[in-house]
T-cell receptor
Framework: KAGVTQTPRYLIKTRGQQVTLSCSPISGHRSVSWYQQTPGQGLQFLFE???????NKGNFPGRFSGRQFSNSRSEMNVSTLELGDSALYLC?????????????FGPGTRLLVL | AQSVSQHNHHVILSEAASLELGCNYSYGGTVNLFWYVQYPGQHLQLLLKYFSGDPLVKGIKGFEAEFIKSKFSFNLRKPSVQWSDTAEYFCAVNARSGGGADGLTFGKGTHLIIQP
């Protein structure tokens, strides 16, 4: 069974731009969560989607948003990029909501903001 | 909100040494507990998990962890490490709150280096 896939793997943007990252979950998984990983803050939860609905959101500004499609694929959008948004963005999928199931992680998208 | 504390940020051991990585969490409710590992150049992989039942759980590659509820701890152990265990290890907690969805809260990670 194929794992979680994320595209693109690497991205370079400039301040003020916006970016969209994509995540395809493991087949049969209906929940997708997004995390930000930085050397200073570590791994931080962004939000989770289940059956196209946002179920929970971490402590990030409104510039960070996401959505989930009927096939469970998810996209994350960051508007008005700041230098501090440079990070590895990880997507994780699970069969049910993350409070009840194990999450499986993708390879991540490494975003560099210049 | 829950938080996770990993006691050691860097650990250096020789092959065949025993390993114990500490993890404590703060949350008053019911939790799911995880250890994830990130090998160099690879993505996060699940090492083991605890949802309920026997507090001593066994994972892949000879790792095990013990959930001690009274101490809010979930320490990772391995009796004899190998060079290939060199990696970053993350403890994570997921609060089970009435079936609602809560993201994983991760510790800062422990960078483990095994010297041949």
């Amino acid at each position: 069974k194929a794992g979680v896939t994320q595209t693109p793997r690497y991205l370079i943007k400039t301040r003020g731009q916006q970016v969209t990252l994509s995540c395809s979950p493991i087949s049969g998984h209906r929940s997708v969560s997004w995390y930000q990983q930085t050397p200073g803050q570590g791994l931080q939860f962004l939000f989770e989607y289940f059956s196209e609905t946002q179920r929970n959101k971490g402590n990030f500004p409104g510039r960070f948003s996401g959505r989930q499609f009927s096939n469970s694929r998810s996209e994350m959008n960051v508007s008005t990029l700041e230098l501090g948004d440079s990070a590895l963005y990880l997507c994780a999928s699970s069969r049910g909501t993350s409070g009840q199931e194990t999450q499986y992680f993708g390879p991540g998208t490494r975003l560099l903001v210049l | 909100a829950q938080s996770v504390s990993q006691h050691n940020h860097h650990v250096i051991l020789s092959e065949a040494a025993s390993l114990e990585l500490g993890c404590n969490y703060s949350y008053g409710g019911t939790v799911n507990l995880f250890w994830y590992v990130q090998y160099p150049g690879q993505h996060l992989q699940l090492l083991l998990k605890y949802f309920s039942g026997d507090p001593l759980v066994k994972g892949i590659k000879g790792f095990e962890a013990e959930f001690i509820k009274s101490k809010f701890s979930f320490n990772l152990r391995k009796p004899s490490v190998q060079w290939s265990d060199t990696a970053e290890y993350f403890c994570a907690v997921n609060a089970r709150s009435g079936g609602g969805a809560d993201g994983l809260t991760f510790g800062k990670g422990t960078h483990l280096i095994i010297q041949p």
